[in-house]
């Protein structure tokens, strides 16, 4: 993403909206659903929700000590389930994430800005909110505010070169489609699959 695009992307807004609607999916989820599949392909819903844990460690991590480096998702895993551990960190980044005054953080090498990494952030979290959702068989689509905003930064951060294999091909859409269902097919999703495993991210 460019300087000029993430100096107009609000950035505190997207990652609060994007992990608000991410908890509301969430909150769903019971033990009994977690060996369901998902969007993800190869993935069932503990696999996803085991990666979105490490996802906002790794987030939390760049906030707080400006550096994103691989996080686990281990520390709990004994005692708690991965719902549980994911609300916590959540709950812990926005907190993380309101105290944040550092101007750009280090990932793999390179510095972004804090918009940069937090619009990034906001992108995954919602969709594997997304995610979470068809998996449990509830049919929540990103809130629309949410989706446009994330629509206009979604090709600068996911675009054709690096695409693969992070992200499955984008999968069309009708022109009329909601901006929720135009996102996710953005990264490859089928719309409204009620939880049966589809062509999703190849690897997250």
């Not at 675009?159 to 992200?167: H, I, K, T």
Request: with cysteine.
């Amino acid at each position: 993403m460019t300087g000029t695009a993430a100096a107009s992307v609000d950035a505190a807004g997207l990652l609060e909206r994007a992990v608000a609607y991410a908890l509301g999916n969430v909150a769903v989820v019971t033990p009994d659903l977690l060996a369901r599949p998902t969007p993800c392909r190869a993935w069932d819903l503990r696999m996803l929700l085991w990666h979105s844990c490490e996802s906002l460690a790794a987030l939390g991590e760049g906030f707080a000590d400006g550096f994103v480096a691989l996080a686990a998702a281990h520390d709990n895993a004994l005692r708690t389930g991965p719902a549980e551990v994911f609300t916590a960190r959540a709950c812990l980044l926005l907190h993380t994430w309101s105290r944040v005054t550092r101007p750009d953080i280090l990932v793999a090498g390179r510095r972004l800005t804090v918009s940069v990494v937090a619009a990034a952030g906001a992108l995954e979290i919602a969709v594997h909110g997304w995610d979470v959702a068809e998996a449990c068989g509830q049919q929540r689509p990103v809130p629309a505010a949410l989706a446009l905003s994330l629509l206009e930064i979604a090709p600068l951060l996911v675009s054709g070169a690096d695409r693969e294999p992070l992200f499955a091909a984008e999968v069309a859409v009708a022109r009329e489609a909601s901006a929720s269902d135009k996102l996710t097919a953005f990264l490859g999703r089928t719309t409204h699959g009620s939880g049966e495993a589809r062509q999703g991210m190849a690897g997250r």
